[in-house]
């Protein structure tokens, strides 16, 4: 045996990842809000980068500032926006204020008639209020925090329950539900014993215990049930939260045009950027300062890159958008009974990418079509036995659905009923899969959905 050390060549192909190709990837899996928010930003630090929307303010700022002479005089200095000269006014600046549920509650403690002594106990109390509207502190704890009566907590506490949202301030399920049936003069002897002792059997929907456990019948306790399920458990929820809503923005468009699809980008649902018309005049100029050079040559780069980089996003899921409908045009034409298995490796094979580009360009992105706004991923969904072709599990769920909807409430569908209609569409599916698509749909089984 031969042990040393030699020196070989030999050939490999390697993907160097490098920062350009990251930032390629990146950009393809963005989101329209993302990549909005994403190119903001670059606007921001590459003032050679141009936008024809109105993302680019404080950009251009900055590009009047790098031609100025206090620039070419080697001083990098931070400046401010000049709110006084700008005439460009965002929509932002119109949209009214969001509320909280503290400020709303603030709001109507200013104007309640408890004592001034007591307010700041009461806005304590309105602090640990938690955005779905529950009281996390206990009359207790409050009470020897401030050295007052539990008794007086308490009265406090009810003043600040007659607030809105009804069911505010509760520190139960039990009580909120209470509240709201108070304020709307509701608030029998049996509905309180329901909500006192047997939610659990409302949410089961076990009608016959609770009309034993009542002495009631059946079709008293139905209506019971269908006033407390009318009730807001959370009613804290409705308020902003501090987290922002973010939109939906289709990035193609699908319209019927002669008999025939046609796909389209959504022009407005990407930023067009192009290359300041200043470069020119800027590299002239910086001829004689390398250091400007060079620096005027990265942000050059960077933004054709960037430019390059969202055009190939754009292409790429207009490829894929392209090749569903193609291979989905039963769904667009006939409705979602239609709908076959699709899988990332045929579309991948079609329009020659790899099978995790397809999944960048459909994962948060949308179609708008004749049949509604879906994301492009609902279109990939795994099949059943139906014939040669199969069928999509989305278009067992619709089917599912279709037929629950036409059910009678008071004799509702079981599972094993669901699959012998199923069966009666040559669609071969198990009673277990039947509940599980029901379940994900969000819908009860049989005994929960009777009515009487």
Not at 159 to 174: D, H
Not at 242 to 257: A, L, N, Q, R
Not at 325 to 340: A, E, M, N
């Amino acid at each position: 045996m031969k042990i040393g050390y030699e020196l070989t060549i030999e050939q490999s192909q390697k993907l160097a990842m490098t920062p350009d190709l990251i930032q390629a990837i990146q950009i393809l899996q963005f989101t329209n809000y993302d990549l909005i928010e994403y190119v903001k930003n670059e606007l921001l630090e590459n003032p050679l980068l141009e936008s024809e929307s109105n993302l680019d303010l404080e950009a251009v700022d900055i590009r009047e500032k790098i031609i100025s002479d206090s620039y070419y005089e080697g001083s990098f200095k931070h400046w401010e926006h000049d709110n006084e000269e700008e005439n460009d006014y965002s929509f932002e600046q119109f949209v009214s204020e969001n509320k909280t549920l503290h400020d709303f509650m603030m709001e109507q403690l200013s104007i309640s008639s408890i004592d001034e002594e007591y307010k700041r106990i009461a806005k304590y109390i309105i602090e640990a209020i938690d955005d779905n509207g529950y009281l996390t502190s206990d009359s207790k704890e409050i009470s020897e925090e401030f050295g007052v009566s539990e008794s007086k907590i308490e009265e406090i506490i009810d003043l600040i329950q007659t607030f809105e949202p009804p069911g505010v301030c509760a520190r139960s399920l039990s009580e909120c539900l209470l509240i709201q049936l108070a304020a709307k003069g509701i608030l029998s002897d049996e509905m309180e014993y329901v909500v006192n002792n047997m939610l659990e059997e409302v949410a089961k929907n076990h009608i016959a215990q609770i009309g034993k456990q009542l002495n009631i019948k059946p079709e008293q306790v139905q209506e019971i049930i269908d006033v407390i399920k009318k009730l807001e458990p959370k009613p804290g929820q409705m308020f902003y939260s501090g987290d922002s809503t973010k939109y939906v923005i289709p990035d193609v468009i699908v319209e019927e045009v002669g008999g025939e699809y046609v796909i389209s980008n959504n022009d407005a649902s990407v930023p067009h950027l192009m290359v300041s018309s200043y470069y020119n005049k800027l590299s002239k100029d910086a001829q004689n300062d390398e250091q400007l050079k060079k620096y005027l040559s990265d942000r050059f780069n960077s933004a054709v890159w960037l430019i390059k980089s969202i055009e190939q996003r754009k292409h790429t899921i207009y490829n894929v958008a392209e090749a569903i409908v193609r291979y989905q045009k039963d769904f667009f034409s006939k409705g979602v009974r239609y709908l076959k298995p699709l899988t990332l490796k045929q579309i991948a094979d079609e329009i020659g990418v790899h099978e995790s580009t397809v999944s960048r360009s459909i994962n948060g992105k949308y179609m708008q079509s004749p049949r509604g706004l879906y994301e492009l991923k609902y279109f990939f969904a795994s099949g059943v036995s139906l014939g040669k072709e199969g069928i999509s599990s989305n278009s067992v769920k619709a089917l599912i659905k279709s037929y629950i909807e036409k059910e009678n409430s008071k004799k509702p569908l079981s599972d094993s009923a669901i699959v012998k209609m199923l069966k009666d569409e040559n669609i071969e599916i198990s009673r277990r899969t039947v509940a599980k698509y029901r379940e994900g749909m969000g819908i009860a089984s049989s005994s929960h959905r009777r009515r009487y």
